[in-house]
Every structure is written in C-alpha cells, then in structure tokens.
C-alpha cells in the first residue's frame, strides 16, 4: 500500500463548479497534511495545510480532514480555468519528512 | 511565503560528467532540506532529507553515492549528480522546512538533461 494514495485523474469540471480533491494515507501517526498545486514544468506551490480533524477554509478553498478515516480532501469552489493542474496531497508521517501522493490531475473547461 | 532560491533552473551536461544543484533558503534558516526527483507526469519521489552538520538521510533505492547531498550551513544545501547518465535526465526539486513538521516550500527546480 502506497503512503499516500491519490485518484491521478484528470478530473474534469465546468467553470464555476466545485472541484474535489480527495487523498488517503497510510500511517495512521501522521501530523501535518498540504495541499500543493503544480502547473507542468514548475515547481509546486503550496495552498493549504491541516493539522485538526475538521474543516479549514482559505477563500476558495476547503481542506477537509479526518484522521479515524485517514482522510483529506480538498474542494474548490467557483473552479476557474487557472486553477487547471495537478494538485499535490502530501503526508507528514513521524518520521520527519515529507510524503507526496502522484497526485490528481484537474481540468477546469469553460 | 518564504523564499526558496534553486540554481541552476536547467542543465545540459554530458555523460559521466558531474553536475551540482544548490539549494538556498533566502529569508529564513533551514535546519532540514528535502531532494526530490520528478520525472515527466509522475509525483515528486524523496531522494533524501538533508539536515544541516549531519549525513543525509537517502530513501530507499536511492544511491548516495551517486547523489552527493551537502548540508554545510543553514541556508544552503547542495545536490551532486556523479557521473551522470542519460537515465538521470529528470527535474530535481528543492524544498525546505519553515519550522519542523509544518509547511515545506519548494525551490523552482533544476531540469537535468543528461546527453
């Protein structure tokens, strides 16, 4: 079983809808939880953490975690073009690094 | 958020030759850097977490041998590619703790081609 477990997508979705992300992990101690976002060819760029069970909301984004579940989502809301791209889950086991999943490639059309 | 300066941003070098990333954390002191290696439409994979005055630590299957990791101070660590081949072509990615176990922040990333 992989550490972190994403869908790679694409997911595809009209402008203006809600856009879900969703990420499994593995170890069950695990901390910290982001969210990255890559455009192709950059490097990624982060958008959310979550540490608490619950939700956390940043204007149009919500990270959502449940850690009975081992489980993180992200949704973005009024999806806009720009926001096509791969986003990143990633994982802070208690062994001091950082874990990606392969991450969900997201395609928001006109 | 806080700065994370990766140089170069593209390299072309040839093969069995060596090539050096450096990694710097421009406004803040980063007590532990991570490399990671990307290759196309693929996740970012953890070569090795790299903590300043000590060894790296390399993931699994990762040859440190190979990818020489140096830590020498707080705002700087450095990735060399030994004796590089063509299956070393990949985009090699930089990122840096703020503070331990929180938000990591990533350098531009450096696109390796080995020819």
Redesign the interface.
Request: charged share 15%.
């Given at each position: 079983q992989k550490e972190v477990e994403q869908n790679s997508g694409p997911l595809s979705v009209p402008e203006g809808a809600i856009a879900s992300l969703n990420c499994t992990y593995s170890d069950r101690g695990s901390?910290?939880f982001?969210w990255?976002r890559q455009y192709s060819?950059?490097?990624?760029?982060?958008i959310m953490?979550i540490y608490s069970n619950g939700d956390k909301e940043d204007g149009r984004f919500t990270a959502q975690l449940n850690k009975a579940s081992q489980y993180v989502s992200l949704l973005i809301r009024d999806s806009q073009p720009s926001d096509s791209a791969t986003y990143?889950c990633?994982v802070?086991p208690p062994s001091?690094?950082?874990?990606?999943?392969?991450?969900t490639r997201l395609q928001v059309f006109p | 958020?806080a700065v994370v300066s990766?140089h170069p941003s593209w390299v072309i070098c040839k093969s069995g030759t060596s090539v050096k990333i450096e990694c710097r954390s421009l406004d803040f002191q980063a007590t532990?850097m991570?490399w990671?290696r990307q290759f196309p439409k693929?996740?970012?994979m953890?070569m090795a977490?790299s903590n300043e005055g000590s060894k790296a630590t390399y993931e699994q299957g990762v040859e440190k041998d190979k990818f020489l990791i140096n830590h020498a101070s707080l705002t700087l660590s450095t990735l060399t590619v030994t004796s590089a081949h063509p299956e070393d072509s990949s985009?090699y990615?930089c990122?840096a703790?703020l503070r331990?176990?929180?938000?990591?922040?990533?350098?531009?990333?450096t696109?390796l081609t080995v020819v």
């Open positions: 901390q910290s982001f990255y060819g950059k490097s990624p760029e982060l953490f990143l990633a802070n001091d690094k950082l874990i990606f999943g392969t991450g | 958020g990766q532990t991570f990671y693929q996740s970012l953890l977490t985009f990615i990122s703790w331990l176990n929180t938000e990591a922040f990533f350098g531009q990333g696109r």
